[in-house]
C-alpha cells in the first residue's frame, strides 16, 4: 500500500537553493513512486522583505548582504548555475535578445499569489504556478515583484484574471501570508528551503535525492 505524506516547503521565488531543493526532491519521490506519495504545499518565508521597488542586481546584493568581494560574489552565482544544471533547473536566459540582469525583487504578492492558489484551487494548481515562477524569475528573469508580470504567468498557468486580480489588495490573505511566515520561526525555520514532513519533521536546506527518499521512509516507518 503506497504511504501518503504531506510536506510543506517554505520557500522563497528568489531562491535558488529552494529549486534546487525541489529538484531533488521530485527525484527522490519519483525513486519512491509506489511507496510513498507526496502532497507539496508551498510556505511563504521572504529573504529580502526590505527589497525596493526597484530591486537590486543579484551579484551586488549578495556581495553587498554577505560582504563578499564582486569576484567572489560571481564565482558563488557560477558555482550555483552549475549545481541548478546538475539539478535539472537550468538558470540560463531562455528569452529573445540579450539577457537582461539577474535582479531580485520583493516578493510579498507573488507569495499572496500562491497562498491564494493552494487555498482557492489546491496543491496541484500551486505547484504549477509556483513552478512558472521559478521559470519566470531564474530562465526569464522577470520581475516577479510586478504584479502585471504575476497576472501574465498566473493566467498562462489557467488563472482567472478577475480572480487573481483580486488577490492583491485582499488584507485578509495579506495577514494569512504574515500568519504563515510567522509559523516559520515557530518551526524554527531562519534559512530555505526548509521542509516540514507530515507538520514534525523538519529538513533544512537542499539536500540529495538520497537523503530525501531515506528521510520520508524514515518518517512512514515510525509511524509503526
Not at 164 to 173: K, M, S, T, Y
Request: proline share 5%; net charge negative; with cysteine.
Amino acid at each position: 500500500m503506497t504511504a501518503r505524506v504531506t510536506i510543506d516547503i517554505w520557500s522563497d521565488v528568489m531562491c535558488p537553493w529552494c529549486v534546487i531543493g525541489y529538484k531533488h526532491l521530485e527525484r527522490a519521490l519519483a525513486t519512491l513512486d509506489g511507496e510513498i506519495d507526496a502532497e507539496i504545499r508551498w510556505r511563504p518565508f521572504e529573504l529580502n522583505p526590505g527589497m525596493p521597488p526597484e530591486g537590486e542586481e543579484s551579484r551586488a546584493h549578495i556581495a553587498r548582504k554577505y560582504g563578499r568581494t564582486p569576484a567572489q560574489a560571481a564565482a558563488g552565482a557560477d558555482m550555483m548555475a552549475e549545481r541548478a544544471r546538475a539539478a535539472g533547473f537550468p538558470f540560463d536566459f531562455s528569452g529573445t535578445g540579450d539577457a537582461p540582469a539577474s535582479m531580485l525583487w520583493n516578493t510579498f504578492d507573488a507569495h499572496k499569489l500562491l497562498a491564494w492558489a493552494l487555498a482557492a484551487h489546491g496543491a496541484d494548481a500551486q505547484m504549477r504556478l509556483k513552478l512558472a515562477l521559478f521559470r519566470a524569475h531564474f530562465q526569464q528573469r522577470r520581475n516577479v515583484s510586478d504584479r502585471a508580470v504575476l497576472l501574465e504567468v498566473a493566467e498562462a498557468e489557467g488563472f482567472e484574471r478577475i480572480a487573481v486580480e483580486a488577490v492583491f489588495d485582499d488584507p485578509a490573505l495579506a495577514q494569512a501570508v504574515r500568519r504563515e511566515e510567522q509559523d516559520a520561526f515557530e518551526h524554527n525555520i531562519t534559512g530555505v528551503p526548509a521542509m516540514v514532513i507530515d507538520g514534525q519533521f523538519l529538513v533544512p536546506g537542499a539536500q540529495e535525492p538520497e537523503t530525501y527518499v531515506n528521510v520520508l521512509r524514515k518518517v512512514v516507518a515510525r509511524r509503526g
